[in-house]
């Protein structure tokens, strides 16, 4: 069993920056393909970025990239989403997920929520104009 605990949303301005963090449960973190997804009200989840176990592997949504940076700490067990130039359209519950299977199936597969075997409760990010 996995537990995902994130930490670090909140309300900014436009333009602001977030770091969210996301603490996971579990003897064999590094093996962990880990990924952040998103979900505004009324809207599908969707995924915003993902990370391989070693960290050399990163995929971000083009809606996000060149503002986020996700990395993680495999010695804390943790990882993490820096968002900045935050615009109000990224408004929405952030959740971390882990897939605890351990092989990088490719980025198309990867991308997709339902490879994710575990999730954290959410945090709020909202973005004032």
């Known amino acids: 069993q996995v537990q995902l605990v994130e930490s670090g949303g909140g309300l900014v301005q436009a333009g602001g920056s977030l770091k969210l963090s996301c603490a996971a449960s579990?003897?064999?973190?590094?093996?962990?393909?880990m990924g952040w997804f998103r979900q505004a009200p009324g809207k599908e989840r969707d995924f915003v970025a993902n990370i391989s176990g070693t960290g050399d592997i990163r995929y971000y949504a083009d809606s996000v990239k060149g503002r986020f940076t996700i990395s993680r700490d495999n010695a804390k067990s943790t990882v993490y989403l820096q968002m900045n130039s935050l615009k109000p359209e990224d408004t929405a519950v952030y959740y971390c997920a882990a897939d605890t299977r351990g092989l990088w199936r490719g980025a198309a597969t990867m991308k997709l929520a339902g490879e994710y075997n575990y999730w954290g409760q959410g945090t709020q990010v909202t973005v004032s104009s």
């Open positions: 579990g003897r064999t973190f590094s093996y962990f393909v």
